[in-house]
Protein backbone atom coordinates (compact mmCIF):
# COMPACT_ATOMS: atom_id res chain seq x y z
CA UNK A 1 0.00 0.00 0.00
CA UNK A 2 1.11 3.49 -0.60
CA UNK A 3 1.64 5.13 2.19
CA UNK A 4 0.28 8.78 3.10
CA UNK A 5 3.49 10.90 2.96
CA UNK A 6 5.12 8.56 0.20
CA UNK A 7 3.77 10.74 -2.87
CA UNK A 8 1.46 14.05 -2.96
CA UNK A 9 -2.30 13.98 -1.94
CA UNK A 10 -3.97 14.40 -5.75
CA UNK A 11 -2.02 11.41 -7.08
CA UNK A 12 -3.19 9.24 -3.74
CA UNK A 13 -6.69 10.57 -4.95
CA UNK A 14 -6.32 9.01 -8.75
CA UNK A 15 -4.77 6.35 -7.32
CA UNK A 16 -7.60 5.73 -4.93
CA UNK A 17 -10.34 6.13 -7.62
CA UNK A 18 -8.81 3.50 -9.89
CA UNK A 19 -8.61 1.16 -7.53
CA UNK A 20 -12.39 1.55 -6.28
CA UNK A 21 -12.91 1.22 -9.93
CA UNK A 22 -11.12 -1.67 -10.18
CA UNK A 23 -13.07 -3.14 -7.13
CA UNK A 24 -16.48 -2.72 -9.22
CA UNK A 25 -17.80 -5.82 -11.28
CA UNK A 26 -16.95 -5.26 -15.12
CA UNK A 27 -19.77 -5.78 -17.52
CA UNK A 28 -19.64 -6.91 -21.05
CA UNK A 29 -21.65 -6.27 -24.44
CA UNK A 30 -21.35 -8.59 -27.12
CA UNK A 31 -20.98 -7.26 -30.86
CA UNK A 32 -21.32 -9.00 -34.18
CA UNK A 33 -19.55 -6.28 -35.71
CA UNK A 34 -17.11 -3.55 -34.89
CA UNK A 35 -18.82 -0.61 -33.77
CA UNK A 36 -18.43 3.01 -34.09
CA UNK A 37 -15.64 4.65 -32.62
CA UNK A 38 -18.53 6.95 -31.29
CA UNK A 39 -20.11 3.94 -29.32
CA UNK A 40 -17.23 2.66 -27.93
CA UNK A 41 -17.75 3.30 -23.97
CA UNK A 42 -15.12 6.01 -22.50
CA UNK A 43 -17.29 7.29 -19.17
CA UNK A 44 -18.61 4.08 -17.86
CA UNK A 45 -15.28 3.18 -16.71
CA UNK A 46 -16.52 -0.53 -15.81
CA UNK A 47 -17.62 -1.24 -19.19
CA UNK A 48 -16.03 -3.02 -22.26
CA UNK A 49 -17.78 -4.06 -25.95
CA UNK A 50 -16.51 -7.86 -27.11
CA UNK A 51 -16.77 -8.63 -30.90
CA UNK A 52 -16.17 -12.12 -31.72
CA UNK A 53 -13.78 -13.14 -34.47
CA UNK A 54 -11.75 -9.86 -35.25
CA UNK A 55 -9.18 -10.09 -38.13
CA UNK A 56 -6.44 -7.63 -37.94
CA UNK A 57 -3.81 -6.82 -40.31
CA UNK A 58 -0.57 -5.56 -38.89
CA UNK A 59 2.03 -3.52 -41.53
CA UNK A 60 4.99 -2.06 -40.19
CA UNK A 61 8.42 -1.04 -41.20
CA UNK A 62 11.70 -2.88 -41.90
CA UNK A 63 14.94 -1.63 -41.03
CA UNK A 64 12.85 1.63 -39.62
CA UNK A 65 15.66 2.37 -37.34
CA UNK A 66 18.03 2.84 -39.67
CA UNK A 67 16.11 6.43 -39.81
CA UNK A 68 16.94 9.05 -37.17
CA UNK A 69 14.47 12.05 -35.69
CA UNK A 70 17.10 14.19 -34.69
CA UNK A 71 19.74 13.84 -37.37
CA UNK A 72 18.27 13.55 -40.54
CA UNK A 73 14.29 14.89 -39.62
CA UNK A 74 13.18 15.60 -42.82
CA UNK A 75 13.87 12.18 -44.92
CA UNK A 76 12.72 10.34 -41.64
CA UNK A 77 9.51 12.66 -41.72
CA UNK A 78 9.00 12.10 -45.12
CA UNK A 79 9.24 8.86 -45.14
CA UNK A 80 6.76 7.98 -42.69
CA UNK A 81 4.42 9.98 -44.24
CA UNK A 82 4.60 8.00 -47.28
CA UNK A 83 4.56 4.47 -45.17
CA UNK A 84 1.91 5.65 -42.73
CA UNK A 85 -0.91 8.03 -44.81
CA UNK A 86 -0.62 5.18 -47.62
CA UNK A 87 -1.57 2.47 -45.21
CA UNK A 88 -4.46 4.35 -43.70
CA UNK A 89 -5.76 5.28 -47.22
CA UNK A 90 -5.55 1.82 -48.84
CA UNK A 91 -7.44 0.41 -45.73
CA UNK A 92 -9.67 3.50 -45.66
CA UNK A 93 -10.78 2.77 -49.23
CA UNK A 94 -11.66 -1.30 -48.77
CA UNK A 95 -13.86 0.17 -45.94
CA UNK A 96 -12.28 -1.36 -42.61
CA UNK A 97 -14.09 -0.55 -39.60
CA UNK A 98 -11.16 0.96 -37.22
CA UNK A 99 -7.26 1.81 -38.56
CA UNK A 100 -4.89 3.06 -35.70
CA UNK A 101 -1.47 3.97 -35.82
CA UNK A 102 1.12 2.05 -33.50
CA UNK A 103 5.03 3.37 -33.13
CA UNK A 104 5.98 3.10 -37.04
CA UNK A 105 2.75 0.33 -37.79
CA UNK A 106 -0.59 0.68 -38.78
CA UNK A 107 -3.24 -2.45 -37.67
CA UNK A 108 -7.31 -2.26 -39.16
CA UNK A 109 -9.37 -4.39 -37.82
CA UNK A 110 -11.99 -6.20 -40.13
CA UNK A 111 -15.39 -7.73 -39.28
CA UNK A 112 -15.20 -12.01 -39.00
CA UNK A 113 -16.62 -11.71 -43.23
CA UNK A 114 -14.80 -9.42 -44.33
CA UNK A 115 -11.78 -12.18 -44.93
CA UNK A 116 -11.55 -10.92 -48.63
CA UNK A 117 -10.74 -7.45 -47.68
CA UNK A 118 -8.64 -7.79 -45.10
CA UNK A 119 -6.06 -10.07 -47.76
CA UNK A 120 -6.93 -7.99 -50.64
CA UNK A 121 -5.82 -5.12 -48.45
CA UNK A 122 -2.20 -6.62 -47.08
CA UNK A 123 -1.66 -7.32 -50.97
CA UNK A 124 -2.47 -3.91 -52.04
CA UNK A 125 0.07 -2.54 -49.53
CA UNK A 126 2.89 -5.22 -49.73
CA UNK A 127 2.40 -4.57 -53.87
CA UNK A 128 3.08 -0.52 -52.72
CA UNK A 129 5.94 -1.60 -50.78
CA UNK A 130 7.79 -3.62 -53.39
CA UNK A 131 6.80 -1.96 -56.58
CA UNK A 132 6.78 1.75 -55.46
CA UNK A 133 7.41 2.47 -51.84
CA UNK A 134 11.20 0.39 -51.30
CA UNK A 135 12.31 1.43 -54.85
CA UNK A 136 11.86 5.04 -54.04
CA UNK A 137 13.09 4.94 -50.73
CA UNK A 138 16.82 3.01 -51.75
CA UNK A 139 16.83 5.66 -55.04
CA UNK A 140 16.29 8.95 -52.75
CA UNK A 141 18.28 8.23 -49.42
CA UNK A 142 19.86 5.08 -50.47
CA UNK A 143 17.99 3.30 -47.06
CA UNK A 144 16.55 -0.40 -47.69
CA UNK A 145 13.51 0.02 -45.74
CA UNK A 146 10.59 -2.53 -46.10
CA UNK A 147 7.53 -3.43 -44.64
CA UNK A 148 7.01 -6.53 -42.11
CA UNK A 149 3.02 -7.93 -42.59
CA UNK A 150 1.04 -10.25 -39.81
CA UNK A 151 -2.88 -11.03 -39.94
CA UNK A 152 -4.49 -13.05 -36.86
CA UNK A 153 -8.00 -13.56 -36.21
CA UNK A 154 -9.53 -13.60 -32.52
CA UNK A 155 -12.41 -12.46 -30.16
CA UNK A 156 -11.40 -8.76 -28.62
CA UNK A 157 -12.51 -6.41 -26.00
CA UNK A 158 -12.88 -2.90 -26.51
CA UNK A 159 -13.14 0.23 -24.74
CA UNK A 160 -12.39 3.90 -24.57
CA UNK A 161 -9.73 5.44 -22.13
CA UNK A 162 -8.85 8.60 -20.78
CA UNK A 163 -10.56 11.69 -20.37
CA UNK A 164 -13.47 13.52 -21.03
CA UNK A 165 -13.35 16.50 -23.45
CA UNK A 166 -13.04 19.60 -21.13
CA UNK A 167 -10.94 22.69 -22.23
CA UNK A 168 -11.16 22.91 -25.65
CA UNK A 169 -8.88 19.10 -25.89
CA UNK A 170 -9.73 16.21 -27.31
CA UNK A 171 -6.49 14.31 -27.49
CA UNK A 172 -6.70 12.68 -24.03
CA UNK A 173 -8.42 9.53 -25.32
CA UNK A 174 -7.98 6.16 -27.24
CA UNK A 175 -9.79 3.35 -27.96
CA UNK A 176 -7.57 -0.10 -26.34
CA UNK A 177 -8.42 -3.42 -28.07
CA UNK A 178 -7.60 -6.22 -25.34
CA UNK A 179 -7.18 -10.00 -26.80
CA UNK A 180 -4.87 -11.77 -28.71
CA UNK A 181 -5.68 -10.77 -32.60
CA UNK A 182 -4.20 -7.23 -32.74
CA UNK A 183 -0.66 -8.83 -30.42
CA UNK A 184 -0.51 -12.27 -32.39
CA UNK A 185 -0.71 -10.09 -35.89
CA UNK A 186 2.05 -7.65 -34.70
CA UNK A 187 4.33 -11.07 -33.25
CA UNK A 188 3.86 -12.30 -36.76
CA UNK A 189 4.44 -9.04 -38.26
CA UNK A 190 7.95 -9.37 -36.14
CA UNK A 191 8.62 -12.80 -38.13
CA UNK A 192 8.02 -12.14 -41.73
CA UNK A 193 10.67 -10.97 -43.87
CA UNK A 194 10.65 -8.39 -46.55
CA UNK A 195 7.59 -9.07 -49.12
CA UNK A 196 6.18 -11.70 -46.83
CA UNK A 197 2.53 -12.02 -45.51
CA UNK A 198 2.36 -13.98 -42.49
CA UNK A 199 -1.45 -15.55 -41.55
CA UNK A 200 -2.02 -17.33 -38.57
CA UNK A 201 -4.14 -20.98 -39.42
CA UNK A 202 -7.04 -19.83 -37.45
CA UNK A 203 -7.47 -16.93 -40.10
CA UNK A 204 -6.20 -18.67 -42.97
CA UNK A 205 -9.23 -21.47 -42.64
CA UNK A 206 -11.41 -18.90 -43.76
CA UNK A 207 -9.94 -17.79 -46.70
CA UNK A 208 -12.43 -19.41 -49.34
CA UNK A 209 -12.11 -17.31 -52.24
CA UNK A 210 -9.67 -19.30 -55.36
CA UNK A 211 -8.33 -16.22 -56.51
CA UNK A 212 -6.70 -15.45 -52.82
CA UNK A 213 -4.92 -19.33 -52.83
CA UNK A 214 -4.33 -19.93 -56.25
CA UNK A 215 -1.81 -18.14 -58.73
CA UNK A 216 -3.11 -16.42 -61.95
CA UNK A 217 -0.42 -18.77 -64.39
CA UNK A 218 1.70 -16.31 -64.32
CA UNK A 219 4.65 -16.20 -65.52
CA UNK A 220 5.47 -19.81 -66.65
CA UNK A 221 1.64 -20.94 -66.95
CA UNK A 222 0.88 -22.70 -64.29
CA UNK A 223 -1.47 -22.64 -61.35
CA UNK A 224 0.14 -22.98 -58.08
CA UNK A 225 -0.73 -22.90 -54.68
CA UNK A 226 0.02 -19.63 -53.42
CA UNK A 227 0.70 -19.89 -49.25
CA UNK A 228 3.02 -22.12 -47.66
CA UNK A 229 2.39 -23.87 -44.44
CA UNK A 230 4.53 -23.35 -41.54
CA UNK A 231 5.20 -24.70 -38.08
CA UNK A 232 6.73 -22.68 -35.08
CA UNK A 233 6.74 -23.50 -31.83
CA UNK A 234 7.29 -20.55 -29.42
CA UNK A 235 5.40 -19.74 -26.26
CA UNK A 236 4.42 -16.02 -27.93
CA UNK A 237 2.32 -17.54 -30.06
CA UNK A 238 -1.07 -19.33 -28.85
CA UNK A 239 -1.03 -21.23 -32.43
CA UNK A 240 1.43 -23.50 -33.89
CA UNK A 241 0.89 -23.29 -37.55
CA UNK A 242 0.72 -20.50 -39.76
CA UNK A 243 1.10 -19.76 -43.55
CA UNK A 244 3.10 -17.25 -45.64
CA UNK A 245 1.78 -15.58 -48.91
CA UNK A 246 4.76 -14.09 -50.64
CA UNK A 247 2.76 -12.92 -54.03
CA UNK A 248 1.98 -9.42 -54.61
CA UNK A 249 -1.08 -8.53 -57.19
CA UNK A 250 0.14 -9.71 -60.86
CA UNK A 251 1.29 -7.01 -63.17
CA UNK A 252 -1.17 -8.98 -65.85
CA UNK A 253 -4.01 -9.56 -64.36
CA UNK A 254 -3.29 -8.06 -60.34
CA UNK A 255 -6.24 -4.89 -61.41
CA UNK A 256 -9.34 -8.13 -62.72
CA UNK A 257 -8.55 -10.19 -59.77
CA UNK A 258 -8.11 -7.45 -56.83
CA UNK A 259 -11.02 -6.01 -58.26
CA UNK A 260 -13.68 -9.81 -58.20
CA UNK A 261 -12.22 -10.37 -54.63
CA UNK A 262 -13.12 -7.01 -53.51
CA UNK A 263 -16.08 -7.48 -55.41
CA UNK A 264 -16.17 -3.92 -57.49
Not at 60 to 76: C, R, V
Request: charged letters at 25%; glycine letters at 4%.
Amino acid sequence: MIGKDQIPDKFQEIIKEQTDIFKEKVSITVYNEIPDTSQIPLLNKTHWFQIPDVICVFVDMINSTQMSASTYSKSTASIYNYFTETAIRIFHEIETPYIDVKGDGVFALFNSNQVNKAIAGAVLFKTFIREEFSPRIKSKYDLNVGCHCGIDQKTLLVKRFGLKRTGGRTDRQNEVWAGKAVNMAAKLASLSQENEILASDRFWKNIKHEKLLESCACPDGEIKNLWTELEIYDDKFDFNTYYKLESIWCNTHGKEFCNEVLGI
